[in-house]
């Protein structure tokens, strides 16, 4: 079950995507292995219906960031400080799917070892789904636990500025069931991937999600965009605007996460990773915090994958509320999604569709013909 329409779409394969995404990338500078990493994070997006950070954010979130020099192509790797769980990274504001993978393969090396791992990335860039460092610990049989900070989009509780990331703080839980549990999510009502969406279909946001400095909320989609750069406009935190529907909750949260990003690797923070110094745009610096926890330092495998499998399906036996015909649990909705569309392929709407067309005539990609070309 993906989140967003995919009507109009045209669908490829995700093998020939993915080839052509890694071939976009070393077009433009990145190592093939690192390409590689780069192009599997964004079509693991797509795989499990996040369409928001998938392929529809090769060419704007980095390629065109590339291009302006926000972001270095060849990502070089500095260890600031190690410890034998711990570890602190400098990204130099290489590639954040690339720091990334390796912050959390250190984590989880280190809960080998030790039980439980954690690692702190600096100057960094946007390193795609959260959830896919998570279920790097789940296949790793661990706990996986991430977050990052974020260019400021989130307005505090009873503010309209916006001065907090998008800030998502995500858990990954092995179970005994055919998918894990991923709670993978912004501390925002809704992300600035999923309001591009919406504007790339011209669909109006839900009220509630944006509010505009005079308080409002504001549901033009493109419009919002262009607001939320100037800062005329803020994302509202999860819960809403206000107290009333708990968005100090969401506030709070995003807080932690903004904290945990940057502090303990002193690093960049609120109105700092705007991207624009004196009006020219400038790398973003990034933080991101991963953590492996080695379930066997507590109980073995098999009976934390029982009990977390028994605690999901009770809740999705549970009695329903009117007119609803199914509880999900986190992890379910993407393992739909992926059942759907493992045998179709990626959905390109018309902006992505041009937006590939762009990039294999700027490298010329030929020997790939679009099935939308045909």
Not at 284 to 308: Q, R
Not at 315 to 344: F, Y
Request: some cysteine; aromatic content about 10%; charged content about 25%.
């Amino acid at each position: 079950m993906s989140a967003f329409s995919t009507e109009g779409a045209v669908w490829w394969d995700f093998d020939t995507v993915e080839r052509f995404m890694v071939d976009v990338f070393k077009g433009f500078g990145v190592p093939p292995e690192d390409a590689r990493i780069c192009a599997d994070v964004l079509i693991t997006a797509d795989k499990r219906g996040i369409d928001s950070h998938g392929v529809g954010r090769l060419k704007p979130i980095y390629i065109d960031r590339i291009k302006e020099k926000q972001i270095n192509p060849v990502t070089k790797i500095d260890i600031i400080r190690e410890g034998p769980t711990t570890a602190v990274l400098d990204a130099n504001n290489g590639m954040g799917q690339v720091v990334s993978v390796r912050g959390m393969q250190m984590a989880i090396d280190k809960a080998r070892k030790f039980g439980m791992g954690m690692v702190a990335v600096r100057n960094s860039n946007h390193y795609g789904i959260a959830g896919y460092y998570s279920l790097m610990a789940i296949k790793a049989g661990m706990i996986g636990f991430t977050g990052t900070n974020a260019r400021p989009s989130i307005a505090p509780t009873f503010g309209v500025e916006n001065m907090l990331g998008t800030n998502p703080l995500t858990f990954g839980i092995p179970t005994d069931e055919d998918f894990p549990f991923v709670i993978d999510c912004a501390t925002s009502v809704s992300q600035r991937g999923k309001i591009e969406v919406y504007a790339r279909q011209k669909k109006d946001l839900p009220p509630g999600w944006v509010i505009g400095a005079d308080g409002k909320t504001k549901t033009d989609s493109v419009q919002v965009l262009e607001d939320l750069v100037k800062g005329t406009a803020a994302l509202t935190p999860v819960g809403g605007i206000g107290e009333e529907g708990g968005g100090y909750k969401g506030y709070g949260w995003a807080a932690v996460v903004e904290i945990l990003s940057s502090a303990l690797q002193q690093g960049a923070f609120l109105k700092s990773l705007l991207g624009f110094e004196n009006g020219k745009k400038v790398p973003y610096k990034l933080g991101h915090f991963f953590m492996a926890i080695d379930i066997n330092a507590f109980t073995d495998v098999p009976s934390f994958k029982k009990t977390a499998g028994d605690i999901c399906r009770q809740l999705r036996a549970s009695k329903k509320a009117p007119g609803q015909d199914r509880i999900w649990t986190a992890g379910e909705p993407e393992w739909d999604a992926w059942q759907d569309r493992k045998t179709k392929g990626v959905p390109l709407d018309e902006v992505e569709r041009a937006q590939f067309e762009q990039l294999q005539a700027e490298l010329g990609l030929s020997q790939y013909t679009f099935p939308w070309k045909k």
